[in-house]
């Protein structure tokens, strides 16, 4: 079966250092990818995604970036956080190349800006 | 692109009563309309998605139901249980050719024991 892992699960972070957020997918191949953010516990805003290895699509502009450096692994990036970075972080997979297929959600990582 | 509207924001309903979700959307393209459950710091979890060639779809205490003249689709949980305390997604998929679905902001549902 298929299985998402993502982490840390937490990150306190100052204003101004990096970020490195990491997702893997087994299971699987070829998957789409996704990074999500959540603001005070509600809406899904979509970051990034991607169909194929080096292939990323941003959604908003921001200070982050988004990496799919081998086929199931999608990494979040930042050079400078800044405060209004904080939320909560999903990393998402779904079926590939068929219509109609849900998405399967990591467990998150809530991160906290001082 | 598509917009979603999920309604209300805040439900709150005694324990053994219905509940029920609704939520539009604009683009008639859609044909794929899964719904999301997410307790309290973790994940969202798929719980019943439609496809836009069907009116409805059970499963136990679950149903959704899908107007695609409308444009609506709505969740109903009969029998509510404490346990169904969660925070609600609706999402549409499949219009103009993306398989990247479109959220609602989502329904945060108390059941009081």
């Known amino acids: 079966s298929q299985t998402i892992h993502q982490w840390p699960a937490t990150l306190v972070q100052p204003v101004g250092s990096p970020l490195s957020l990491e997702c893997t997918v087994e299971?699987?191949?070829?998957?789409?990818l996704y990074w999500y953010r959540q603001a005070a516990g509600r809406g899904l805003q979509l970051l990034f995604y991607?169909?194929?290895?080096?292939?990323i699509s941003s959604e908003v502009p921001q200070n982050l970036s988004a990496s799919r450096p081998q086929d199931r692994q999608f990494i979040l990036s930042s050079k400078k956080l800044l405060l209004s970075d904080s939320g909560f972080y999903l990393c998402?997979?779904?079926?590939?190349?068929?219509?109609?297929?849900?998405?399967?959600f990591g467990d998150g990582t809530r991160l906290s800006i001082l | 692109g598509e917009n979603v509207e999920q309604h209300p924001s805040t439900l709150s309903v005694q324990e053994g009563d219905s509940a029920v979700i609704k939520c539009t959307y604009s683009?008639?393209?859609?044909?794929?309309f899964p719904w999301y459950k997410q307790e309290l710091g973790k994940r969202p979890q798929l719980i019943i998605d439609?496809?836009?060639?069907?009116g409805e779809k059970k499963d136990q205490r679950i149903a959704v139901t899908l107007n695609k003249t409308a444009k609506h689709f709505s969740l109903h949980i009969t029998e509510t249980q404490p346990e169904d305390s969660a925070v609600y997604f609706c999402?549409?998929?499949?219009?103009?050719?993306?398989?990247?679905?479109?959220f609602g902001r989502g329904t945060s549902l108390i059941v009081h024991p």
């Open positions: 998402a997979w779904s079926v590939s190349d068929r219509a109609h297929q849900p998405q399967h």
């Open positions: 299971g699987t191949s070829n998957p789409n």
């Open positions: 991607s169909v194929g290895i080096g292939q």
């Open positions: 683009d008639s393209a859609s044909n794929y």
């Open positions: 439609i496809r836009s060639n069907v």
């Open positions: 999402a549409a998929a499949g219009g103009g050719g993306s398989y990247i679905p479109t």
